[in-house]
């Protein structure tokens, strides 16, 4: 467990009124930069899990993002983090660095191969999210790749079960308790 600092009550209904307050202050600015269309990567909903690319024609992106923030609830197992199996990187664009939320959601993605990049820097001088901007991307194991079992054929012809505790103890994988 692990307690996030909270200084504004978000994701409650305390900031009702705030979306259209935050709307109205920027999109007055520039507009055009925010449309579902101008999203090269994808951005899921923190409520529902659809792509934010795909917003009907009649919904706002930054309405929608501002709604999100403030007053919607998170469904942080079933639907924010339950991202496709082509998903490789999720970036946490929040302040908390590794205390935030994003170590958290990658306890959640662990063993699916997406890799959690902390963009947010709270002073730790530890260039937290540097590889964002790297030439190099590292990417994480997908588990169901590395440990899932395979077949393999030897030099006489036959086909054997191939895994990590097959390979180690030249035995079939399969192991009866002592006790």
């Given amino acids: 467990?692990?307690?996030?600092?909270?200084?504004?009550?978000?994701?409650?209904?305390?900031?009702?009124g705030a979306t259209e307050k935050?709307?109205?202050?920027i999109a007055s600015k520039d507009a055009s930069s925010w449309s579902p269309s101008a999203l090269t990567y994808a951005v899921y909903n923190t409520e529902t899990g659809d792509d934010l690319r795909q917003l009907s024609s009649g919904e706002d992106l930054l309405t929608s993002i501002f709604t999100q923030i403030f007053t919607s609830p998170i469904h942080w197992q079933t639907k924010a983090t339950n991202f496709p199996s082509t998903a490789t990187h999720a970036l946490d664009f929040g302040t908390g660095g590794s205390s935030g939320i994003g170590s958290l959601c990658a306890r959640n993605w662990e063993g699916r191969g997406i890799r959690a990049i902390m963009l947010g820097n709270r002073g730790d001088g530890a260039g937290a999210g540097r590889e964002a901007w790297g030439k190099k991307v590292i990417g994480e194991d997908k588990w169901d790749q590395k440990f899932s079992p395979k077949l393999?054929?030897?030099?006489?012809?036959k086909l054997h079960i191939d895994t990590p505790f097959s390979r180690l103890l030249s035995k079939p994988p399969l192991m009866v308790a002592g006790m």
Avoid: E
């Fill in 1 to 16: 467990m692990r307690f996030l600092p909270i200084n504004v009550p978000y994701h409650s209904h305390l900031l009702q």
């Fill in 22 to 25: 935050a709307v109205s202050a």
């Fill in 152 to 157: 393999v054929k030897t030099s006489d012809g």
